[in-house]
């Protein structure tokens, strides 16, 4: 992983989310690499089981939940015909 990868927690993923946890971390990764003019995606689970060192089921079942809340959205994307999810923080006004 480059080193200059890293994400913010802020007090409102806390505070007005009621985010802790995997969840927090998950969330404030994604939101991270959603900011901006380029708007980063995450392709696929393992960057994010690299970034929390959790393993892939529990990042999957993260994902969903976060999906769920609304706090994400899941972008399905094929390339070179395989299907890979990627995952965007949905915009939040804090």
Known sequence: MAEDNFYI??????DELNLSGIELQ????????????KQMYIAGNAHLVRMTKK??????ATLKKL???KLIEKI???VNKV???YY???????
Request: hydrophobic share 40%; with cysteine.
């Open 9 to 14: 927690i802020n007090s409102w993923m806390i």
């Open 26 to 37: 998950v969330f404030a990764i994604i939101w991270s690499l959603s900011r901006g003019e």
């Open 55 to 60: 393993s892939e089921p529990t990042i999957i």
């Open 67 to 69: 999906c769920e809340k």
């Open 76 to 78: 399905p994307v094929v």
């Open 83 to 85: 299907e890979r999810n």
């Open 88 to 94: 965007k923080a949905i915009s939040q006004d804090s």
